[in-house]
């Protein structure tokens, strides 16, 4: 799985004690900033082993333009979970093109699809919709990987706010390399490289995720708007 690591030859068999081992990737990664993390991560482990996603919400242009200025033929994930908006699957095409993405898509198993769609699972049980159309078929490709590049940020919510960089959960290993982004350091990075946006943040919306879920508002106040419920389940 590993490589090499910054400026000498890292052997994770030294670090038996799997604390040990996510501390000292912490503390190297923890000075550096998100593009210069993702250097190193991509000279310390081996492509065939990193899983990366996108949602190609209003932020993961920012993530996918790093990776793609690094690693142009890295594999991109996008969970289509059929319940997108429009302007969503309009922004995927033309991210898609711009950054030339090697980009694949997953969907959830039909049957189970098909019954979410009929019996309305989001209105009556908002975790059984994300884990039928979301967890579920992410959880098949991430079988097959052993670290994950995920775009979360520490200000987008509570739990994220207690992430570290690299986060051990279950059978994979997690990287956040813009974990400590701030919004300004979010908006100025899209207003110097002039990213086209999803056209639903100039309708108000501020985090995107199914059109079910989703309504208009600042951060994530919109998402699961009434409930409790603050992620898909995916990252947790």
């Keep these: 799985m590993v490589k090499n690591s910054i400026g000498n030859n890292f052997n994770p068999d030294a670090y038996p004690d799997r604390l040990d081992y996510l501390d000292y990737l912490h503390k190297n990664y923890s000075d550096l900033q998100p593009e210069d993390r993702l250097k190193e991560f991509f000279n310390l482990f081996d492509e065939k082993d990193i899983l990366l996603t996108t949602s190609f919400g209003s932020n993961s242009i920012v993530l996918l333009s790093m990776v793609s200025k690094i690693k142009p033929d890295l594999p991109v ?3 289509d979970t059929g319940y997108h908006f429009e302007e969503t699957y309009e922004y995927k095409e033309l991210i898609k093109d711009q950054l030339g993405l090697n980009l694949i898509e997953i969907h959830p198993e ?20 994300c884990m039928v159309n979301k967890v579920d078929p992410l959880e098949k490709i991430k079988r097959n990987h052993k670290i994950w590049i995920s775009g979360l940020m520490a200000h987008q919510n509570a739990n994220r706010a207690g992430l570290r960089i690299f986060e051990k959960r279950k059978d994979i290993l997690k990287f956040h390399p813009l974990l400590d982004m701030t919004r300004e350091e979010v908006s100025l990075y899209k207003f110097i490289y002039q990213f086209p946006e999803n056209r639903l943040i100039h309708k108000g919306y501020s ?30």
């Excluded at 699972?121 to 059984?128: K, M, P, R, V």
């Excluded at 106040?221 to 990252?235: L, N, P, Q, S, V």
């Design 110 to 129: 039909e049957t189970k699809h098909q019954f979410t769609r009929k019996n309305e699972t989001w209105i009556a049980n908002h975790d059984l919709c």
């Design 77 to 79: 994930y996008f969970i």
């Design 207 to 236: 985090s995107i995720g199914c059109i079910h879920c989703t309504k208009k508002g600042n951060g994530r106040e919109g998402r699961w708007a009434g409930t409790d419920k603050t992620e898909c389940g995916i990252h947790i």
